[in-house]
């Protein structure tokens, strides 16, 4: 067949690839996006881990396992009575697939609107031509493209225990986190990693007893510590149960399941039965395939892709966006990686600001941030201010029987700038929009205090953090 050339090459179509791809063809380029990820009937299912195996199919399951812990812990409050309550988890998981396949079938949709060819296969580097790359695709059809700029947007991997692989049956990755056919007994987490936390609360909300193992002796390291300390004070009150400053040990099969064994944090040896584990200990670039040797494709020690501060690699015209480049693994920041980069190859002056990308954990309740932590202050030295204001105030909060958690904001001392925003508790993922917009804008606590928000409404609780700031609260 002969050579299809392209102005832009994309290889990947996750977040960061599909909005790559979108970007640079409404941008007039001529567009081409390859990505390999299958459906069960062996169709494209573009979308990459975050449609397929992570963010979209764990908000469904979490929304489905909420609805039920409603119908059996809260619905008695409002005064509505259930009898019979129980969980079909066939109709659960049949629910979860349906809402995938959707969004798969959205960014076909999507490609087709803005004229992006779309090749089904795994795409890799064949050699550099005077002209840009050959690339080949090898799929249910073998092809060969040819682009002048190539973006390569192929995400990451569940990161294995050592000495432990993933069978996706037992020992799960986020993949088979997200396929469980039977509510399990006992279910073992190793990692307080995000998706970890977020299939835990699915599990448990259904009658699962959740033990989390992890290795760092302070929970969630990376969330700013009060916000960390009241979230984990919620998960104990649920009934997970968190041991932290873990060594875990053998795993092995023992009779249906998995014996664990682990030294905790005073040095004791441990043992667990569980059903199932779920590996949440991290994700790893996945360079797999991608015969970057062909063309000398820089990667470093972690084996993600070397980029510049404008995501171009050590190769002329070849671009490299997500999590297969430094920066946090978040599909948000993914997405706008590969819009900045359409946009510098038609010459103009994308931007990604890591200061202001917000980050949310999906449990119940919802963990959500940006900007700098209190301990990061602390140890860059400078001068703040803090404000929080708790849900248990805020009149929407409590009409929703939903109060756990707060609101807090990190000021500048002497300018008031917005430093940080921390939130746990109810839509958290939400009311951080508002901060993400103030902290571009660099506006001071005071901006948001005096700003008119409505009532009864959650985001009450975020201008009463600005105004904790000054002390000067209105409604605690």
Excluded at 212 to 228: K, R
Excluded at 419 to 448: C, Q, Y
Excluded at 457 to 473: G, I, N, Q, Y
Aim: glycine residues 12%.
């Amino acid at each position: 067949m002969a050579n299809k050339q392209f102005d832009v090459i994309v290889i990947g179509g996750g977040p960061g690839g599909y909005i790559a791809a979108i970007r640079a063809a409404q941008l007039g380029f001529n567009t081409a996006c390859i990505d390999d990820w299958k459906n069960k009937q062996g169709g494209p299912a573009p979308g990459g881990t975050c449609t397929n195996v992570g963010c979209i199919p764990s908000k469904a399951l979490l929304q489905s396992s909420e609805h039920f812990e409603h119908a059996g812990k809260h619905f008695g409050e409002h005064g509505i009575g259930l009898s019979n309550l129980s969980m079909d988890v066939a109709k659960m998981l049949g629910r979860k697939d349906t809402v995938v396949k959707q969004n798969n079938d959205g960014i076909l949709y999507l490609f087709k609107k803005n004229k992006v060819s779309f090749f089904h296969g795994r795409g890799s580097f064949a050699k550099a031509l005077e002209q840009g790359y050959e690339i080949q695709v090898s799929g249910a059809s073998q092809e060969t493209l040819v682009g002048k700029h190539v973006i390569v947007a192929t995400g990451s991997n569940a990161r294995a225990l050592p000495g432990v692989p993933f069978d996706e049956e037992l020992v799960l990755s986020n993949d088979g986190a997200l396929r469980i056919p039977t509510v399990p007994k006992k279910l073992v987490l190793i990692g307080s990693g995000v998706i970890g936390l977020e299939m835990g609360s699915v599990w448990r909300r259904l009658g699962s007893e959740v033990t989390v193992l992890e290795a760092l002796p302070t929970f969630l390291g990376a969330v700013d510590e009060q916000i960390a300390k009241e979230a984990k004070k919620a998960f104990d009150k649920q009934g997970l149960k968190i041991e932290l400053g873990v060594t875990v040990g053998e795993v092995k099969p023992e009779g249906k399941g998995l014996s664990v064994a682990y030294t905790d944090a005073k040095g004791g040896a441990q043992k667990l039965q569980c059903d199932r584990m779920i590996v949440s200990i991290g994700r790893v670039p996945n360079t797999n395939g991608l015969d970057a040797e062909a063309v000398g494709l820089k990667l470093n020690d972690r084996g993600a892709i070397e980029v510049d501060d404008e995501c171009r690699t050590n190769l002329p015209n070849v671009w490299a966006v997500g999590d297969v480049v430094r920066g946090p693994m978040l599909a948000h920041k993914a997405e706008e990686e590969g819009v900045a980069v359409a946009e510098r190859i038609a010459g103009q002056h994308g931007h990604v600001n890591f200061n202001t990308v917000p980050w949310v954990i999906y449990t119940s309740p919802e963990i959500a941030w940006v900007g700098r932590t209190e301990q990061q202050l602390k140890a860059d030295g400078v001068q703040y201010k803090a404000g929080t204001f708790p849900f248990m105030a805020n009149g929407r909060a409590r009409a929703l029987g939903d109060t756990t958690g707060m609101v807090k904001f990190l000021a500048d001392a002497k300018t008031d700038e917005i430093l940080g925003v921390h939130i746990v508790g109810p839509m958290a993922s939400e009311l951080i929009s508002e901060a993400v917009v103030a902290m571009e804008f660099k506006a001071s606590s005071e901006d948001i205090a005096r700003i008119c928000h409505a009532h009864p409404s959650l985001s009450e609780a975020t201008k009463e953090a600005a105004l904790a700031v000054d002390k000067r609260t209105l409604n605690f």
